[in-house]
């Protein structure tokens, strides 16, 4: 089975009544950028606690060399702080940032789960139904395409929370999610185009954000 044949398995697992699902995968990214949503460590959540596949032992030992390497040349994660500044507000918009949040806010709970802790390997699956979005973890071996049976089901956005969608850029799968709360964060989507249809009048890149 390949890495990304998961939907079925996926909505085996969610509510039935909430209408279609459809389900996207997220690309695990380091931004690396001012108000990039790095997320510090105590907010992200630890999944598939004792899951692990074969091969994830020596994928994990190979996975710390490039670790050291970050250390030498200082290019480590710089987790933000997150704000509710409206000065900062605005700023962010005129950036184009990634995140504007409080880590306790809306959109800091949606990058916080978009970047999990496990000491496997875990696919991020968030699943949009016609209610919500739900976060799904999914067992998979460290740098490698095969899926295992261990799943956990993260957070939930209420439909009805969620203010706008956009495209943060003209190419490339950032997908930006506004919060009712006036934070957003953004998720980075192989599938971006067909995530952003099931939100009717996503905005495009040309457009500001709200």
């Not at 190979?62 to 900062?88: E, M, Q, T």
């Not at 949606?110 to 970047?115: E, G, N, P, T």
């Not at 016609?130 to 957070?155: S, T």
């Not at 709360?181 to 939100?199: C, H, I, Q, R």
Request: hydrophobic share 40%; net charge positive; proline share 7%.
């Amino acid at each position: 089975m390949k890495r990304y044949d998961i939907a079925d398995r996926v909505r085996a697992v969610l509510p039935g009544d909430e209408g279609r699902t459809d389900v996207f995968v997220v690309t695990h990214l380091h931004h690396n950028e001012a108000g990039g949503g790095d997320a510090p460590k105590a907010v992200r959540p630890r999944v598939l606690a004792g899951h692990r596949m074969p091969g994830d032992g020596w994928a994990r030992a190979v996975s710390f060399f490039p670790f050291l390497l970050k250390v030498v040349i200082n290019d480590l994660p710089n987790p933000g702080k997150g704000s509710d500044d409206p000065a900062h507000r605005v700023t962010s918009q005129q950036r184009n940032s990634r995140f504007f949040g409080t880590w306790e806010s809306l959109a800091g709970q949606l990058m916080a789960a978009s970047q999990p802790l496990c000491t496997g390997g875990v696919v991020t699956a968030v699943a949009v139904t016609d209610c919500a979005l739900h976060f799904v973890y999914w067992q998979n071996r460290r740098w490698g395409v095969k899926i295992g049976d261990a799943y956990e089901l993260g957070p939930v956005f209420r439909r009805d929370n969620i203010a706008w969608t956009r495209r943060r850029g003209k190419h490339g799968g950032d997908v930006q999610i506004g919060f009712v709360d006036g934070s957003w964060g953004t998720l980075l989507l192989p599938e971006a185009t067909a995530f952003l249809a099931k939100y009717p009048n996503s905005l495009t890149a040309d457009d500001p954000i709200p």
